[in-house]
């Protein structure tokens, strides 16, 4: 599975960002997709995922501001983010695996978001 994430920028506190991640390869195996992130001289935590099912989990920082969306046509998931924050400033890893238990099983390369204040 190849994960390709693409949307990342500079936007200013209080603002709005989308980060999408298209999945190729033997997509057939995926039940779960998502994002981690990881802020400098952090380690990398959970954002959100969301399963084939529609279950969704977000980080506790998250909720309420990301919203997680997939389109299994396209095999793509979205992040979109509202009411960003400087802490919110990071690499944004897209990830994607069979199931929960072995999430995440697949990484993509980061895209960075970065939040002025």
């Known amino acids: 599975v190849q994960l390709q994430a693409s949307g990342g920028g500079l936007v200013q506190a209080g603002g709005s960002l989308t980060i999408s991640c298209a999945a190729s390869?033997?997509?057939?195996?995926?039940?779960?997709m998502g994002w981690y992130r990881q802020a400098p001289g952090k380690q990398r935590e959970l954002v959100a995922w969301?399963?084939?099912?529609?279950?969704?989990l977000y980080a506790d920082s998250v909720k309420g501001r990301f919203t997680i969306s997939r389109d299994n046509a396209k095999n793509t998931v979205s992040l979109q983010m509202n009411s960003l924050k400087p802490e919110d400033t990071a690499v944004y890893y897209c990830?994607?695996?069979?199931?929960?238990?072995?999430?995440?099983?697949?990484w993509g390369q980061g895209t960075q978001v970065t939040v002025s204040s």
């Open positions: 969301l399963t084939l099912g529609g279950s969704t």
């Open positions: 390869g033997s997509i057939f195996s995926i039940n779960v």
């Open positions: 990830v994607s695996s069979r199931n929960i238990a072995v999430f995440p099983g697949y």
